[in-house]
């Protein structure tokens, strides 16, 4: 075996200071987390225990812990739930060219480059100009869709390209209806990448703020529960939070890649036995 170039350690070493960059403060609150009952916010840690997670369970003077982490699951779910749907018809309908696709596209592209304050400034504003009440549910739920459903059009697009068209034109031939070509063939295939979308929709709007911040209303998300939080909670009660919130995200990522793994075999499994029957 021929040895290693010098340049690759060097780059290794860039790596793995990247690495530490990327993840270094999401494991300085993990391991602050673990302070002992009269810890504080900095290192050296002041014993070890897991005082400042059972603190979170208990009635807090400070923050609506719970009800914010129930009002951004919910809003999470509904923001997934809207991106896949809107993502795989908006695929499918780019996929033939028709008058106006390109600006269409371009506007859909520009609420990426808009500063996020400003979506939701303008949101809320269209809301009170409107006489809507500005709501989590409402104009937080519209806010965070100008967010997520360009990343899930972006996927879907690129999916469709590469999307071979001649197993539509067999379910056609067998005299399939467009519907039960859509449901039967093109879904199945492209299942993967849903789930993705679906991931994409639910961990930008679990973890969105800007777009939140002037959209929610009186009722805060988790992530403005947890700005407004800093301001006041002056202990690692607060690194317990991010810990579990981290940890929930972690778990919602691979019950999302589960899927997404199991998808793919079955899909290989209906695949081989395709192929068995037609032998």
Known sequence: MEPRPRSFYVLGAIFALFVLFL??????????????????????????????????????????????????????????????????MGGLAFRKKFRGS??????????????????????GLI???AGLNVHWSTSGFGAQLTWT????????????????ASFEEAARDQGATPWQTIRHVVLPIIAPSLIGV???????????????????????????????????????????????????SLAIIGVFLGGAFIAQRRRARRASDAGKGMV
């Not at 897991?50 to 999470?76: C, K, M």
């Not at 939080?229 to 919130?245: I, K």
């Open 23 to 88: 993840y270094g403060p999401t494991i300085t609150i993990a391991i602050l987390s673990f302070q002992g009952p009269q810890g504080g916010l900095t290192f050296p840690m002041n014993g070890v225990s897991l005082h400042w997670f059972a603190d979170l369970f208990e009635q807090q003077a400070v923050g609506d812990i719970w009800g914010s982490f129930g009002r951004s699951l919910v809003l999470g779910l509904m923001v997934m739930v809207v991106t896949v749907v809107v993502s795989v």
């Open 198 to 248: 679906a991931l994409f929709g639910f961990t930008l709007s679990y973890d969105e703020f800007a777009r939140t911040l002037l959209t929610a209303g009186s009722y805060n998300t988790l992530p403005l529960e947890i700005f407004g939080m800093t301001t006041n909670v002056t202990s690692p009660v607060l690194y317990a939070l991010g810990t579990l919130t981290t940890l929930f």
């Open 127 to 129: 809301f009170n100009i």
């Open 149 to 164: 459903l360009p990343f899930g059009l972006l996927i879907m697009f690129a999916v469709f390209n590469r999307f071979d």
């Open 102 to 123: 390109g600006v269409l596209f371009l506007l859909i592209v520009t609420s990426l480059i808009i500063p996020s304050i400003l979506v939701s400034l303008g949101v």
